[in-house]
């Protein structure tokens, strides 16, 4: 029985402009009457009230706009300079003045910042309603997901609550990656599950193309290139001989996305990586080491801090790995701990029971679960904030699986009623 009697045009549609006005209203409501702070930033106004990571990504925007070049960074931002460029976790060069080029973060989401900036001024509504839309189309691509993995009644649902999902809604108000990141990975994931599906390989490369740009928006998606990979080569069946050709020519896709990245930092670092300096964070023993001022690679120094502090290592990743999949953290503010708390109270629990269904019926699942379990594990691992951010890009698939055990659960309750 379908869901909406809507035709799918005018669902997507509604679904985009009820997702639009949503997330406008609510960060409007939220910063005005919750946080009591203004709504909107202007000029400088905008930078006098950057917090934390968000200084990473606003400064060299700012740079590139002012001809200081790409990915730079002005180090008088930080209220100490000399003591940011003696960091031994942090990778400077000098190009001019108070200006250095810098490896902390990937470069994709500074220049989607500075284009934004440049098209609308720099204001708070210049980055907040390209990110709106980015988040709303992000709905409308996991009813495509859904409806690609499983059928459209879950689609319609696990669309709606990526739609209405607080975390995804309040962070499009931030100078940060997630939003941009989730976008990236939801279409690669897409084109890639049904080029495979469909035998289409040009979806798989072109799904391969996004996945790379994801690469440049967050690192953590680079060590998931050997899973998909994988994947890949296991599921794909218009042709056994063709198989390995595909794989690889999706792989070799991938690398030739992140080529001009490394080669920038062979340049500048002398060290061929795509990786960035937050990379090292993963190295909570050795955080003098980086990605790109090491001898050894980033893998073999984490293997090395693991064999050396294994009992340590483990501890606290069984902490962090906890502290993931928990609904709240004791940092949080009280208005966050309530919505958090009620989201995960409403959606883990199913969605737990959707990813063990899952695993028994449907194969078409398993990048979405392999994705679930690496990420949970890759920051139990390495690093987890205690706002819990670091988990936003695995929420949507949680949408998925909830909305898939929900109606997993609903027509079970109609057949012996049918009988």
Same mark, same amino acid.
């Given at each position: 029985?379908?869901?909406?009697?809507?035709?799918?045009?005018?669902?997507?549609?509604?679904?985009?402009?009820?997702?639009?006005?949503?997330?406008?209203?609510?960060?409007?409501?939220?910063?005005?009457?919750?946080?009591?702070?203004?709504?909107?930033?202007?000029?400088?106004?905008?930078?006098?009230?950057?917090?934390?990571?968000?200084?990473?990504?606003?400064?060299?925007?700012?740079?590139?706009?002012?001809?200081?070049?790409?990915?730079?960074?002005?180090?008088?931002?930080?209220?100490?300079?000399?003591?940011?460029?003696?960091?031994?976790?942090?990778?400077?060069?000098?190009?001019?003045?108070?200006?250095?080029?810098?490896?902390?973060?990937?470069?994709?989401?500074?220049?989607?910042?500075?284009?934004?900036?440049?098209?609308?001024?720099?204001?708070?509504?210049?980055?907040?309603?390209?990110? /709106?839309? /980015?988040?709303?189309?992000?709905?409308?691509?996991?009813?495509?997901?859904?409806?690609?993995?499983?059928?459209?009644?879950?689609?319609?649902?696990?669309?709606?609550?990526?739609?209405?999902?607080?975390?995804?809604?309040?962070?499009?108000?931030?100078?940060?990656?997630?939003?941009?990141?989730?976008?990236?990975?939801?279409?690669?994931?897409?084109?890639?599950?049904?080029?495979?599906?469909?035998?289409?390989?040009?979806?798989?490369?072109?799904?391969?193309?996004?996945?790379?740009?994801?690469?440049?928006?967050?690192?953590?998606?680079?060590?998931?290139?050997?899973?998909?990979?994988?994947?890949?080569?296991?599921?794909?069946?218009?042709?056994?001989?063709?198989?390995?050709?595909?794989?690889?020519?999706?792989?070799?896709?991938?690398?030739?996305?992140?080529?001009?990245?490394?080669?920038?930092?062979?340049?500048?670092?002398?060290?061929?990586?795509?990786?960035?300096?937050?990379?090292?964070?993963?190295?909570?023993?050795?955080?003098?080491?980086?990605?790109?001022?090491?001898?050894?690679?980033?893998?073999?120094?984490?293997?090395?801090?693991?064999?050396?502090?294994?009992?340590?290592?483990?501890?606290?990743?069984?902490?962090?790995?906890?502290?993931?999949?928990?609904?709240?953290?004791?940092?949080?503010?009280?208005?966050?701990?309530?919505?958090?708390?009620?989201?995960?109270?409403?959606?883990?629990?199913?969605?737990?029971?959707?990813?063990?269904?899952?695993?028994?019926?449907?194969?078409?699942?398993?990048?979405?679960?392999?994705?679930? /379990?690496?990420?949970?594990?890759?920051?139990?691992?390495?690093?987890?904030?205690?706002?819990?951010?670091?988990?936003?890009?695995?929420?949507?698939?949680?949408?998925?699986?909830?909305?898939?055990?929900?109606?997993?659960?609903?027509?079970?309750?109609?057949?012996?009623?049918?009988?």
């Amino acid at each position: 029985m379908p869901l909406l009697k809507l035709t799918e045009k005018k669902y997507l549609i509604l679904l985009f402009l009820f997702a639009c006005t949503l997330s406008f209203g609510l960060n409007f409501a939220r910063e005005k009457y919750a946080f009591h702070k203004p709504f909107l930033f202007w000029g400088e106004d905008v930078y006098r009230n950057l917090i934390n990571d968000e200084h990473w990504y606003a400064w060299p925007a700012r740079a590139l706009l002012e001809g200081h070049g790409l990915h730079t960074i002005d180090i008088n931002f930080y209220r100490l300079p000399e003591e940011m460029l003696a960091r031994p976790d942090l990778s400077f060069k000098h190009k001019e003045s108070s200006y250095y080029y810098f490896n902390l973060v990937p470069p994709l989401y500074p220049i989607f910042l500075a284009a934004c900036f440049f098209l609308f001024k720099i204001n708070t509504i210049s980055y907040l309603i390209p990110q /709106i839309i /980015i988040a709303s189309l992000s709905s409308v691509l996991i009813y495509y997901l859904a409806k690609e993995i499983f059928s459209k009644n879950i689609a319609v649902l696990s669309s709606l609550i990526v739609a209405c999902y607080p975390d995804l809604i309040f962070w499009t108000n931030k100078i940060r990656t997630e939003t941009l990141f989730i976008f990236f990975i939801i279409l690669s994931f897409l084109l890639i599950i049904k080029g495979v599906n469909s035998s289409k390989r040009s979806l798989i490369y072109f799904g391969s193309i996004i996945y790379g740009l994801g690469c440049l928006t967050r690192v953590t998606l680079v060590p998931f290139i050997p899973f998909i990979f994988i994947w890949v080569f296991y599921v794909y069946k218009e042709n056994q001989i063709k198989k390995p050709l595909v794989s690889a020519i999706m792989l070799g896709i991938i690398c030739l996305t992140l080529l001009p990245w490394a080669v920038r930092n062979y340049v500048l670092f002398d060290k061929f990586s795509p990786l960035s300096d937050e990379a090292s964070s993963s190295l909570v023993y050795e955080r003098n080491i980086t990605t790109l001022n090491t001898k050894k690679s980033i893998f073999a120094v984490a293997v090395s801090v693991i064999k050396y502090n294994s009992k340590e290592f483990f501890y606290l990743s069984g902490k962090r790995f906890i502290a993931f999949w928990s609904p709240v953290t004791p940092i949080m503010k009280p208005f966050a701990k309530v919505y958090k708390s009620i989201t995960w109270l409403l959606l883990f629990p199913i969605a737990f029971y959707g990813m063990y269904l899952s695993v028994r019926k449907s194969e078409k699942s398993g990048l979405l679960l392999i994705f679930i /379990i690496y990420y949970s594990l890759m920051h139990g691992f390495s690093l987890l904030d205690e706002g819990l951010v670091y988990r936003y890009p695995i929420q949507p698939y949680i949408s998925i699986f909830a909305a898939y055990a929900f109606f997993y659960l609903l027509d079970s309750r109609r057949k012996p009623n049918e009988q």
